[in-house]
């Protein structure tokens, strides 16, 4: 089980931020929260629905996490574990988390696979993203895992796409001449890029790239 009590600031704002891991009962709270984050013209089909989040419960509970303020949950992510070497082939998102139904978890895997961030927009300037993000990374050391891993989304490729080449662009994004919301993001949060990959998720936005990033645990012991 995750469990975790921490303040978080915005302008003159301090809250009290707790993050633990969702259940059943909190399903018709991630829901709308799903939508609310994620307007079109995000693919509604990749919101969660309740068998999807029921699937997270059985086979990875500890990588399903949410982050409430004032008892009210604003954020969740979601993950799984998978055995992952860098030599593999490209990947789709729905490949890897099995069209978000996690059934492919393996225990015995090397790397924590991040399925989804999500934040309430009402309360981002919280830093509420990284707050989860820093959850994960502590479950991949408590778990002595070897990485994390996910693609991100590219929202701002389809402005330059005409111009650069994803490889150009995401240049330009680790050298700050540009930024992306999602991105920028992942790199404050540690996440260094590792390739893009074309076809990774249908996102007119992104021209259907993603941008596989990963952060080391640095208390990785080799097991025997």
């Not at 993050?19 to 709270?29: A, C, I, K, P, S």
């Not at 860098?86 to 399925?115: A, C, F, K, M």
């Not at 989304?153 to 995401?170: F, G, K, M």
């Not at 890029?193 to 080391?216: C, F, H, N, Q, T």
């Amino acid at each position: 089980m995750y469990l975790k009590e921490q303040y978080v600031f915005r302008n003159d704002q301090v809250q009290k931020a707790i993050v633990r891991n969702y259940y059943e009962e909190d399903f018709n709270n991630l829901i709308p929260l799903q939508k609310k984050a994620f307007p079109p013209p995000f693919p509604s089909e990749l919101w969660w629905n309740e068998d999807q989040l029921t699937h997270h419960l059985k086979h990875f509970p500890l990588g399903a996490v949410c982050v409430e303020l004032n008892g009210k949950i604003v954020g969740s992510m979601t993950s799984l574990i998978v055995d992952y070497t860098l030599s593999q082939p490209d990947h789709t998102w729905e490949e890897i988390t099995d069209n978000g139904y996690i059934r492919n978890h393996i225990n015995s895997g090397n790397t924590l696979y991040i399925v989804d961030l999500c934040v309430d927009p009402e309360y981002r300037g919280f830093k509420l993203g990284k707050l989860l993000m820093n959850a994960m990374y502590e479950i991949v050391i408590h778990l002595n895992l070897d990485r994390l891993l996910g693609g991100g989304r590219i929202p701002t490729y389809h402005n330059v796409a005409h111009e650069l080449s994803i490889e150009d662009y995401l240049n330009k994004l680790t050298n700050g001449e540009c930024k992306d919301p999602v991105i920028t993001f992942l790199l404050q949060c540690g996440r260094t890029p590792l390739k893009a990959v074309k076809g990774y998720l249908k996102d007119d936005e992104s021209r259907d790239y993603g941008i596989l990033m990963e952060w080391k645990n640095p208390f990785y012991k080799k097991k025997d």
